[in-house]
């Protein structure tokens, strides 16, 4: 059973994160034991983001259905939370509040120590005050943080990272050093114009991201095939950029109780309207992940590269 959140409950998950430093020392020889565990395992990784233009269009909700219905079909799965100004991952999962990776840096913990075990099997990586930390990080804390990001690699099939809405310099580079982008799109105009912008500031960039559509929030499936189809047309004649959908999800207020009980809708009903059109989008997106898998060490290599020229300058020695 994961953890309701209370206020109670905070202040203790307060007391815990941080007398947790001590636990995390002892935890260490299980930590080597996982990283034994999942070289051997050989899986191999894939980094996606989620993403959109507009705010409140249900990145959040969809990347922890994703990741759970991904989990309930037998894959590994990592969820961070990267969501600069609404870290929300854990409130919309019933997961208490950990440490961050903020804290990994600063308190030097393993990546396994800032991992919470979400539900139905999903691990979760809260990523603390913002991605603007790690550029004032110097060379030193910045090669840390890989190291440990590096451990991930054969852990998981997956890693989601929930993106806030629209784009920042920082962000730009995790979504460009990602295997693939998903965008999340509602029929609303506004949502699909902030979305074709966001596609056109990355195709800017690099060209050859993968770009996916999820539209959610139809008053039916044709609506959300509508949507998706005007846009990928938009993409490719505007653009020149292919953007495939992968499915749409109704409105359903099964959500917005799901987020009020912080029980994810697959869990709390598997059988609403939403969860089955999720399991649909399961479905076709874990058979695409054959065709579209790259090595983990493309993501480290991207994000090295694309970092490293903006970290904090004159201090590779360290402090
Ligand atoms: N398919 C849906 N049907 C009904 N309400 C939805 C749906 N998707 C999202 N919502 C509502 O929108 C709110 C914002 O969703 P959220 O996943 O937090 O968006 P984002 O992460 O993009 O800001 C949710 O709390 C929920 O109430
Ligand atoms: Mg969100």
Do not use: W
Not at 99 to 112: N, P, Q, R
Not at 239 to 260: H, N, Q
Not at 285 to 306: A, D, P, R, V, W
């Amino acid at each position: 059973m994961f953890q309701k959140i209370s206020l109670f409950r905070q202040s203790i998950t307060f007391y815990i994160a941080y007398s947790g430093v001590k636990k995390m020392k002892i935890d260490q020889a299980e930590n080597l034991r996982k990283q034994i565990a999942s070289a051997k395992s050989g899986r191999k990784t894939k980094v996606v983001s989620i993403v959109s233009g507009k705010g409140g269009v249900g990145k959040t909700n969809i990347s922890i259905n994703l990741a759970i219905g991904l989990s309930q079909i037998g894959k590994k799965v990592l969820l961070v939370d990267l969501d600069i100004g609404m870290a929300n991952i854990d409130i919309v999962a019933g997961v208490s509040a950990q440490a961050t990776i903020v804290d990994m840096i600063e308190e030097k913990l393993s990546i396994y120590d800032i991992m919470a075990d979400g539900p139905a099997g999903i691990s979760m990586i809260a990523g603390g005050s913002g991605l603007s930390f790690l550029f004032q990080l110097n060379a030193i804390k910045f090669s840390y943080f890989l190291r440990q990001i590096e451990q991930l690699e054969h852990q998981f099939d997956y890693i989601f990272f929930d993106m806030g809405a629209g784009i920042t310099k920082d962000s730009m580079s995790f979504i460009l050093s990602s295997h693939e982008a998903i965008l999340v799109l509602t029929p609303e105009p506004t949502s699909i114009t902030d979305g074709y912008a966001l596609v056109k500031a990355l195709h800017a960039e690099d060209d050859r991201l993968p770009i996916y559509t999820i539209v959610n929030a139809c008053e039916n499936e044709n609506e959300g095939y509508e949507a998706a189809l005007r846009f990928k047309r938009a993409a490719h004649d505007f653009l020149g950029k292919e953007v495939a959908m992968i499915g749409a999800l109704p409105f359903d207020r099964t959500v917005s109780r799901a987020v009020r009980e912080q029980v994810p809708f697959l869990l709390s009903a598997p059988k609403s309207k939403v969860s089955l059109s999720m399991k649909k989008i399961i479905f076709t997106y874990s058979g695409q992940e054959i065709k579209t898998k790259k090595e983990f060490g493309n993501f480290l290599t991207k994000l090295t590269k694309l970092l490293t020229p903006m970290l904090k300058r004159g201090s590779n020695n360290g402090e």
